[in-house]
Every structure is written in structure tokens, then in C-alpha cells.
């Protein structure tokens, strides 16, 4: 352990150089086990290693999240889109369906007032029938019975029409 330094020109160090020497080494030689204590201090290397985990995780937590909320927010979005479409078919269709409705009702008029016409037509004529032959209904049952057929007719049109 006596090497010479360089610039002391091959002499022999002196006491002060020497201590500086000592002191040099003592201080490379801490750091030396410094580091050497800190890779053999396996609970404080744990706990580093356990921190860089812990940093790993809630990064990859934090991603796993914005994903998330992205494909929610797509989801939401396409909800919207697929609801809004639904929500055109049935109105659509709706209003159809009332165009189709209306419209049978308005046949449905149309067919009633023309039965409805169709039966006054034959009422009346059934009346002047036996008015023509009120005289030979007095010899007989037969024309009071085609009376009281109309008159039931008539009635039935009436309460039909009540009912709409």
C-alpha cells in the first residue's frame, strides 16, 4: 500500500500525504459498502421493487379506466343513435297505422250509409206495398207480419247507428 502519488516525483509520501491517502481510501471504501449494504438489504430492495410494482399497477389501472370510459362513452353513443333510429321507425310506422285506420273507418262510413240507404229504400218500399195492399192485410196475418219486419229492421239500423 505504499504507491507512490502521482507528482510526489518517486519520493516517499510524507505523513500529511499519507493521512490524505487514508482518509481517500477510508471514504471509497464506505461507499464501497455502502453499496454493497444496499444490494445485500433485501427488505429495503423489496420495498423498492414493491413500489415499482404498486407504479406499474396504478398505471396500468389508469389505462385500464380511460378505456374504459371510451368504450362507454362509444356505447352510450351508439345507444343514442340505435334509440333515435327506433324511435323513427315507430313514429313512422305509427302514422301510418292511424292513415290505415282512418281510412277503414272511412270506408267503413261509407258501407254503413249505403246499407243504412239500401234498408230505408226497402222499408219504404215494404210500407207502400202494404199500404197498396192495406185492405187485403185486414183479410190476413201475412201483411202484418211484413210490417212488424220492417219495423224491426228499422230499429236494428237505428241501434246499429247508436253504437258507432
Do not use: F, Y
Not at 19 to 40: F, I, N, P, S
Not at 102 to 119: I, N, S, V
Amino acid at each position: 500500500m505504499t504507491q507512490d502519488k502521482p507528482g510526489s516525483g518517486g519520493k516517499r509520501p510524507t505523513p500529511e500525504e499519507l493521512r490524505a491517502q487514508v482518509d481517500e481510501t477510508r471514504q471509497e471504501l464506505g461507499e464501497t459498502v455502502e453499496a454493497l449494504a444496499a444490494k445485500a438489504d433485501v427488505k429495503t430492495r423489496a420495498q423498492e421493487r414493491t413500489g415499482a410494482v404498486k407504479r406499474q399497477l396504478s398505471d396500468r389501472t389508469d389505462a385500464v379506466k380511460h378505456q374504459l370510459s371510451e368504450k362507454t362513452a362509444q356505447a352510450k353513443e351508439q345507444l343514442s343513435d340505435r334509440t333515435a333510429h327506433a324511435k323513427e321507425q315507430l313514429s313512422d310506422r305509427t302514422a301510418h297505422a292511424k292513415d290505415r285506420t282512418a281510412h277503414a273507418k272511412e270506408q267503413l262510413g261509407d258501407r254503413t250509409a249505403h246499407a243504412t240507404d239500401q234498408l230505408r229504400q226497402k222499408a219504404t218500399h215494404a210500407a207502400h206495398v202494404v199500404q197498396d195492399k192495406a185492405p187485403a192485410a185486414r183479410r190476413g196475418p201475412a201483411p202484418w207480419i211484413a210490417a212488424g219486419g220492417v219495423l224491426v229492421a228499422l230499429l236494428l239500423v237505428r241501434r246499429a247507428r247508436r253504437r258507432r
